[in-house]
């Protein structure tokens, strides 16, 4: 038998810090491509709507505490225009 769930909360999570999220843009770089905008598991980015240099639309930051530093949109950029850091201070999973 297949049991319902597959998962369980860890019976810490309250006490886990998680880091917050620091995402940089450079827009020059940018070719409008929108795979970080489209495959950002979190939705933390949005079309910026000014023109970079290139003449396409970067994106732009939509959320920046929806950001769980995967690092997706590092990876998949092609033209190395975004990447994340860890911000200094933390907070925990509820917020507190
Ligand atoms: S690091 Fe992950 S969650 Fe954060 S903006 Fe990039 S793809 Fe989205
Ligand atoms: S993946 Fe890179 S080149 Fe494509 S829209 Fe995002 S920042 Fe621009």
Not at 27 to 37: N, S, T
């Amino acid at each position: 038998m297949v049991p319902r769930k597959l998962w369980r909360r860890p019976l810490d999570s309250e006490q886990i810090k998680l880091p917050k999220a620091e995402i940089h843009i450079i827009p020059d770089l940018c070719k409008g491509c929108d795979f970080c905008i489209e495959f950002c598991p979190r939705k933390a980015l949005e079309e910026s709507d000014k023109l970079n240099k290139r003449g396409v639309y970067p994106p732009k930051v939509a959320d920046e505490s929806k950001c769980t530093l995967c690092g997706f949109c590092t990876a998949i950029c092609p033209d190395f225009a975004i990447f994340t850091t860890e911000k200094k201070e933390e907070t925990s999973r509820n917020g507190r």
